[in-house]
T-cell receptor
Framework: DTGVSQDPRHKITKRGQNVTFRCDPI?????LYWYRQTLGQGPEFLTY????????KSRLLSDRFSAERPKGSFSTLEIQRTEQGDSAMYLC????????????FGPGTRLTVT | KQEVTQIPAALSVPEGENLVLNCSFT??????LQWFRQDPGKGLTSLLL?????REQTSGRLNASLDKSSGRSTLYIAASQPGDSATYFC?????????FGKGNQVVVIP
């Protein structure tokens, strides 16, 4: 069990560019979540997958954001036409099937839009 | 929409003192509750999970309780150490998502 991993750990991009982040959950965890955290705030929910199905999306996930989880394993989060307001830490978490829903977080990807 | 309030927002204590962190929820229909810590620039580390049928959970120097009727949870850290310095979160589980407050920022002074 190597924990949840995220890549890259840091990303600096210019406004208007597209970026893609990857999350690898703990193996055999069928639930995967994306959150966004800005400085001084708690994480905010973005979206949730159960296996390959995206079951819930927050209103924070504008049309410029898209998330996928092909084959129910790793997940990607893409942001198109980045804006300075997208600068944040993007966190991924996974949880196993079963009633506990205990979530395990990755180290996050820090995005800076210049 | 679940809203979480954490009190105090920030505190500094000398090493060895006990810490009490409080969390309250606007919607007391909480399924499970997890306490996390976050070090600056890092991800979240799970400390304790209180499942729906439980009222408290203990791990080493940490004890967390949950009162669903009042929508409150408390994290107690005994004999604080400088390594306990972090921001602590107590999101409520509900509807496939965690709802976070702003956290309790703790500094333990050696």
């Amino acid at each position: 069990d190597t924990g949840v991993s995220q890549d890259p750990r840091h990303k600096i991009t210019k406004r208007g560019q597209n970026v893609t982040f990857r999350c690898d959950p703990i193996s055999e965890h069928n639930r995967l979540y994306w959150y966004r955290q800005t400085l001084g705030q708690g994480p905010e929910f973005l979206t949730y997958f159960q296996n390959e199905a995206q079951l819930e999306k927050s209103r924070l996930l504008s049309d410029r954001f898209s998330a996928e989880r092909p084959k129910g394993s790793f997940s990607t989060l893409e942001i198109q036409r980045t804006e300075q307001g997208d600068s944040a830490m993007y966190l991924c978490a996974s949880s196993p099937s079963g009633p506990s829903y205990e979530q395990y977080f990755g180290p996050g990807t820090r995005l800076t839009v210049t | 929409k679940q809203e979480v309030t954490q009190i105090p927002a920030a505190l500094s204590v000398p090493e060895g003192e006990n810490l009490v962190l409080n969390c309250s929820f606007t919607d007391s229909a909480i399924y499970n509750l997890q306490w996390f810590r976050q070090d600056p620039g890092k991800g979240l580390t799970s400390l304790l999970l209180i499942q729906s049928s439980q009222r408290e959970q203990t791990s080493g120097r940490l004890n967390a309780s949950l009162d669903k009727s009042s929508g409150r949870s408390t994290l107690y850290i005994a004999a604080s150490q400088p390594g306990d310095s972090a921001t602590y979160f107590c999101p409520g589980h509900g509807n496939n998502r965690l709802a976070f407050g702003k956290g309790n920022q703790v500094v333990v002074i050696p």
